[in-house]
């Protein structure tokens, strides 16, 4: 079993919709956690932390839930910009052991 | 600001040669990562240097892969002999981490990578 894993998609979704993925985790040890987002050909870019209370930053809310070892997000009102792909970042242990997720594909159709 | 810089953007060889990728971090990040990333598929860390140590090369393949960061800025990993399962896009990234042993996580900047294709 991969340590974190994601439904690859391609998740197509008109828009103005919402739009929520979930990423599994398998380490009970995993301290942090993040959304990362990868356009076509490009490099990821930090897109918010999870944090253990839940976070928004306008259209994007995070979660998580510990108990059942996944990490959400949820896009709402997606607008064509939001097509990429989405990686889930988990890390653990004292030097933060780095593990990402393969991603969530995203397409936002007009 | 500037980014972190790789070279080369492309890199074509033919298996069995040698190659070798550059990349310099944000000034005054002291922790550099390479990741390899396969086409569908989520960055996977080869090594991570916090300054010029090497903490994590459990993922390196350490037959053929090789990778320095001799003054804990500038960085080159290199493979030799390249083979064909190598063709895959290099990321470099850095963070600037704080806390003994790195026990925090700070956001990884990456590069725009190298993509290697090995015929």
């Known amino acids: 079993r991969k340590e974190v894993e994601q439904d690859p998609g391609p998740f197509n979704v008109p828009e103005g919709a919402t739009v929520a993925f979930n990423c599994t985790y398998s380490?009970?040890?995993?301290?942090?956690f993040f959304w990362y987002r990868q356009d076509c050909r490009k490099e990821p870019k930090l897109l918010m932390s999870v944090y253990s209370s839940g976070n928004e930053d306008g259209r994007f809310t995070a979660q998580l839930n510990r108990a059942s070892q996944y990490i959400s997000l949820l896009i709402r009102d997606s607008k064509l910009s939001d097509s990429a792909t989405y990686l889930c970042v988990v890390t653990r242990g004292g030097y933060q052991k780095v593990t990402f997720g393969t991603g969530t594909k995203l397409q936002v159709i007009p | 600001e500037a980014g972190v810089v790789q070279s080369p953007r492309y890199k074509i060889i033919e298996k069995k040669q040698p190659v070798a990728f550059w990349c310099n971090p944000i000034s005054g990040h002291n922790t550099l990562y390479w990741y390899l990333q396969n086409l569908g598929q989520g960055p996977e860390l080869l090594i991570r240097?916090?300054?010029?140590?090497?903490?994590?090369d459990s993922q390196l393949p350490k037959d053929r892969f090789s990778a320095e960061r001799l003054k804990g800025v500038d960085s080159t990993l290199k493979i030799q002999p390249a083979e064909l399962g190598d063709s895959a896009v290099y990321l470099c990234?850095?963070?600037?981490?704080?806390?003994?042993?790195?026990?925090?996580?700070?956001?990884?900047?990456f590069g725009p990578g190298t993509r290697l294709t090995v015929l």
């Open positions: 990234a850095s963070s600037l981490e704080s806390g003994t042993g790195g026990s925090s996580y700070n956001e990884q900047f």
């Open positions: 380490n009970s040890a995993s301290q942090s």
């Open positions: 240097y916090e300054n010029e140590e090497a903490v994590d």
